[in-house]
T-cell receptor, first 113, second 112 residues
């Protein structure tokens, strides 16, 4: 069974600094998709970044980038130049087919001014 | 596009009452998902539909929960009778192929 593990329940970063959130997953598949979602206090689930497993190049979206290590089954999220608005719960997710996205337990990110 | 629309945003009901949560997916998305989020269990998939057809409802807690999707633009999740342990945030999400899920704003349900 596919599982997603986020080993950091909480993380903290100083405003304007860089922080990395960890995620590992377990799968026997070779073609799948990985996502990071952000859930601010408003509780809206917002897609931050998406990575196809068949692509070696790490995905980047403005200040957000990933370090995708397929062999190690690792998918970390790097947030550069952290802003107060980045404070939220961050969920890593794995999708093999279109029918069952698995989520990690989440990492609560605090941004200190 | 207005995104995935859920209603109501908040619902407070008494134990034993029927609760109906509503969802309008994004037009053109052929898959719809209902999730429940609690502190203890995180995000749990309850049921999903492909092309309006329920595919897997193994996540539905018990017979008190039911979901329907009468057409491509509307789905409901019903709890009858409701119990305090059903209190949670319920999310609806839709997707097209493997682009990732787009979530609604969720319904916070409180059963007293």
């Amino acid at each position: 069974a596919q599982t997603v593990t986020q080993s950091q329940p909480e993380m903290s970063v100083q405003e304007a600094e860089t922080v990395t959130l960890s995620c590992t997953y377990d799968t026997s598949e070779s073609d799948y998709y990985l996502f990071w979602y952000k859930q601010p206090p408003s509780r809206q689930m917002i897609l931050v970044i998406r990575q196809e497993a068949y692509k070696q190049q790490n995905a980047t979206e403005n200040r957000f980038s990933v370090n995708f290590q397929k062999a190690a089954k690792s998918f970390s999220l790097k947030i550069s130049d952290s802003q107060l608005g980045d404070a939220a719960m961050y969920f890593c997710a794995y999708l093999y087919n279109n029918n069952d996205m698995r989520f990690g337990a989440g990492t609560r990110l605090t941004v200190k001014p | 596009d207005a995104g995935v629309i859920q209603s109501p945003r908040h619902e407070v009901t008494e134990m034993g009452q029927e609760v109906t949560l509503r969802c309008k997916p994004i037009s053109g998305h052929n898959s719809l998902f209902w999730y429940r989020q609690t502190m203890m269990r995180g995000l749990e998939l309850l049921i999903y539909f492909n092309n309006n057809v329920p595919i897997d409802d193994s996540g539905m807690p018990e017979d008190r929960f039911s979901a329907k999707m009468p057409n491509a633009s509307f789905s409901t999740l019903k709890i009858q009778p409701s119990e305090p342990r059903d209190s949670a945030v319920y999310f609806c999400a839709s997707s097209q192929r493997k682009q990732g899920y787009t979530f609604g704003s969720g319904t916070r349900l409180t059963v007293v």
